[in-house]
């Protein structure tokens, strides 16, 4: 089985510019999870959705930041103007509706804002 | 600031030998698990002890819950190179979604060939 897809892998991009993440969820997962990774602070969750609804969101640092999860399998993570402090690895994760305290993670995209 | 905080923050040890981390957190718990990162990679669910329980096992994984201090350990038995990575406690709040993951900040650990 494919596990949780992301993409890109790697994404560089300049200052100002609009950067969008993708994820496509393990099929039969109805919970995904948008997480940031950095070296100062760590494994952040930004934003939840459980069944296409976004439930918590309060992770999102800024209005810059939006996430969409328009059927269950895609979402997306919008970065929009970027900045470089936005640079990290950008992580989706899902879990099933009946193992829901187990996470699969996808390999992460990096995000360089320069 | 984050719910767990690992400790020690990284550990080297010889192919063999057992590796102990610990996982200290500041709020009630339902349940906390452990995950590994390999280098450049996402994580990886390791094992899932719920607040009433003491102990677990899971091949050459053993976990501790201590509910009274708010800690967890991790102990790697006879490691292998291929158990290098970093390892993160993630706790699920009492108070907050089961969904819901907070954690820590993790510990890498070398395994020495």
């Known amino acids: 089985d494919a596990g949780v897809i992301q993409s890109p892998r790697h994404e560089v991009t300049e200052m100002g510019q609009e950067v969008t993440l993708r994820c496509k969820p393990i099929?039969?997962?109805?919970?995904l999870f948008w997480y940031r990774q950095t070296m100062m602070r760590g494994l952040e969750l930004l934003i939840y959705?459980?069944?296409?609804?976004?439930?918590?969101d309060s992770g999102m640092p800024e209005d810059r930041f939006s996430a969409k999860m328009p059927n269950a399998s895609f979402s997306t993570l919008k970065i929009q103007p970027s900045e470089p402090r936005d640079s990290a690895v950008y992580f989706c994760a899902s879990s099933s509706p009946t193992a829901y305290n187990e996470q699969f993670f996808g390999p992460g995209t990096r995000l360089t804002v320069l | 600031s984050q719910q767990g905080e690992e400790d020690p923050q990284a550990l080297s040890i010889q192919e063999g030998e057992n590796a102990t981390m610990n996982c200290s957190y500041k709020?009630?718990?339902?349940?906390l698990q452990w995950y590994r990162q390999n280098s450049g990679r996402g994580l990886v669910h390791l094992i899932l002890?719920?607040?009433?329980?003491r102990e677990k096992h899971s091949g050459r994984l053993r976990v501790t819950l201590d509910t009274s201090k708010k800690s967890s350990s991790l102990l790697i038995t006879a490691s292998r190179a291929a158990d290098t990575a970093s390892y993160f406690c993630?706790?699920?709040?009492?108070?907050?979604?089961?969904?819901?993951?907070?954690f820590g900040s993790g510990t890498q650990l070398t395994v020495l060939p």
């Open positions: 099929s039969g997962h109805n919970s």
């Open positions: 002890i719920r607040s009433n329980e």
């Open positions: 709020t009630s718990i339902n349940n």
């Open positions: 993630a706790t699920v709040l009492s108070s907050g979604s089961a969904r819901q993951l907070t």
């Open positions: 959705f459980n069944n296409n609804v976004p439930i918590d």
